[in-house]
């Protein structure tokens, strides 16, 4: 299995894609693991809530292929602990999914057509988060999951 994440709009804080850079790397020794990130919408303050989402759904359409089974990380998702969530991956893997992607919208969340292609929801936790700092903990939380599956030292419980 694959695993991609699609984020709206580039990290511009330096330090947090350099911790987002050093997960990515250590996650790469699991599984094949692909960030892409979607260009911000240009004049979006220009543009109505629901137009922005819109937009940005056409956008994360356009990179999924068929057979991608889509996640979405959204506040009205299911909420797991870390182990939880390594079953959840372990699962993922064995019915045999090609690539999992996770997708972390912009600051109005998901247009209906992405809901409607999603195949479930993960909410990270009950608080909000910078769109940034989330790409970081979900990077850390699928290397953490693998950590957890191979037996390795990295979660303590």
């Keep these: 299995m694959n695993i991609k994440l699609l ?10 894609q350099a911790l987002i850079d050093e997960y990515s790397k250590r996650l790469s020794f699991y599984i094949k693991f692909d960030l892409e990130i979607i260009p911000d919408i ?8 629901a137009q922005q989402k819109e937009k940005e759904g056409e956008l994360i359409l356009a990179k999924l292929t068929p057979t991608d089974h889509l996640i979405l990380l959204d506040e009205n998702g299911n909420s797991f602990s870390s182990v939880g969530f390594s ?15 996770f997708v972390i919208g912009g600051p109005y969340g998901f247009s209906e057509e992405v809901y409607k ?29 693998f950590t957890i599956l191979k037996g390795e030292p990295y979660h303590h419980q």
């Design 87 to 101: 079953d959840y991956l372990q699962k993922k893997m064995n019915s045999g999914i090609k690539t999992l992607v």
């Design 7 to 16: 984020a709206i709009g580039k990290t511009d804080n330096k330090n947090l």
């Design 117 to 145: 292609k999603a195949q479930g929801k993960i909410s990270l936790s009950a608080m909000t988060f910078s769109h940034q700092m989330v790409r970081l903990f979900v990077i850390e939380q699928i290397y953490r999951g």
């Design 42 to 49: 240009k004049n979006a303050k220009n543009l109505s809530e």
